[in-house]
């Protein structure tokens, strides 16, 4: 979606299902699973599992949100260049719903 003449059929095909779903699914198992979006995190994730032999749920539940701020990023840039496609402008993301009466 970045090239300047990429056509929409390209950037269609190029959207990646696979992974963000595989992110979210091990994301929303946090309480079992470790997983890290952020090459940052390796560090201190492989120095608490030296230290105490396993990943804290506190830890887990940190770089869960991680994973969904990451996800959420992404389908944004996704919604933004559809946007773009359909109106000729971005669109607006993550508005909070009104609530329901």
Not at 34 to 52: H, I, M, N, Q, R
Not at 87 to 100: A, D, E, I, M, T
């Amino acid at each position: 979606m970045a090239k300047k003449d990429c056509t929409l059929e390209e950037a269609i095909e190029n959207i990646d299902i696979g992974g963000p779903t595989m992110l979210r699914s091990s994301a929303k198992n946090y309480p079992d699973v470790t997983v890290v979006v952020d090459p940052g995190d390796y560090e201190p994730v492989l120095s608490e599992l030296k230290e105490k032999g396993e990943v804290s749920l506190e830890t887990n539940f940190r770089l869960a949100k991680k994973v969904f701020q990451h996800t959420a990023r992404y389908d944004g840039a996704i919604s933004n260049y559809l946007g773009q496609v359909e109106k000729g402008k971005k669109v607006l993301n993550f508005r909070r719903p009104s609530p329901s009466r």
